[in-house]
T-cell receptor, first 114, second 114 residues
Framework: DAGITQSPRHKVTETGTPVTLRCHQT?????MYWYRQDPGHGLRLIHY???????DKGEVSDGYSVSRSKTEDFLLTLESATSSQTSVYFC?????????????FGPGTRLLVL | AQSVTQLDSHVSVSEGTPVLLRCNYS??????LFWYVQHPNKGLQLLLK??????LVKGINGFEAEFKKSETSFHLTKPSAHMSDAAEYFC????????????FGTGTRLLVSP
């Protein structure tokens, strides 16, 4: 499972509240990713990180921010949650050499915004 | 731009019969291709990957896929379905644009009946 954990695994929150999801890895991987999964869309990239304090946007980054202050932790924050952010969120790491990478995924966090 | 089309949203088979899940891709250069499986309420697990070595790729649990450049296809097969194969399967193409960007298909749900 590439040593990836996510917390919390389930969360229910109200519209307008801030939410932070945590991804933790134990194997010192440089690259980490946050995706969301919605029916009919597969997985879509929200943000990614290529090192401590180095992050960039993915294709669906609006309404989300990330931080990476330690190699092992990658945090995803919804500053003011909306119902459209109800989704399952997956963290991933990649390992392997350039052009030969493979991504491995965490168990997911199911978020419901009421 | 890279894209992936999974030709069937649902596939139903009987236990012991062959499985075929179809995937076509579009890529402007030689891609890396993956199949991931997701069991209900679980994360994504790597089944197999193609990275320009042998065109017939063997994965876990008896699955294999064949890369056909002339047909831009990467179909997933298994000779004999098992009940435990019931899950959602994602075909994924990788873009290497400084980081590994994955483009997911919309998934195929495999149903296996006794």
């Amino acid at each position: 499972d590439a040593g990836i954990t996510q917390s919390p695994r389930h969360k229910v929150t109200e519209t307008g509240t801030p939410v932070t999801l945590r991804c933790h890895q134990t194997e010192n991987h440089r690259y980490m990713y946050w995706y969301r999964q919605d029916p009919g869309h597969g997985l879509r990239l929200i943000h990614y990180s290529y090192g401590v304090k180095d992050t960039d946007k993915g294709e669906v980054s609006d309404g989300y921010s990330v931080s990476r202050s330690k190699t092992e932790d990658f945090l995803l924050t919804l500053e003011s949650a909306t119902s459209s952010q109800t989704s399952v969120y997956f963290c991933a790491i990649s390992e392997g050499t350039f052009l030969q990478e493979t991504q491995y995924f965490g168990p997911g966090t199911r978020l419901l915004v009421l | 731009a890279q894209s992936v089309t999974q030709l069937d949203s649902h596939v139903s088979v009987s236990e012991g019969t062959p499985v075929l899940l179809r995937c076509n891709y579009s890529s402007s250069y030689s891609p890396s291709l993956f199949w991931y499986v997701q069991h209900p309420n679980k994360g994504l697990q790597l089944l197999l990957k193609y990275t320009s070595a042998a065109t017939l790729v063997k994965g876990i649990n008896g699955f294999e896929a064949e890369f056909k450049k002339s047909e831009t296809s990467f179909h997933l097969t298994k000779p004999s379905a098992h009940m435990s194969d019931a899950a959602e399967y994602f075909c994924v193409v990788s873009m290497n644009t400084g980081f590994q960007k994955l483009v997911f298909g919309t998934g195929t749900r495999l149903l296996v009946s006794p």
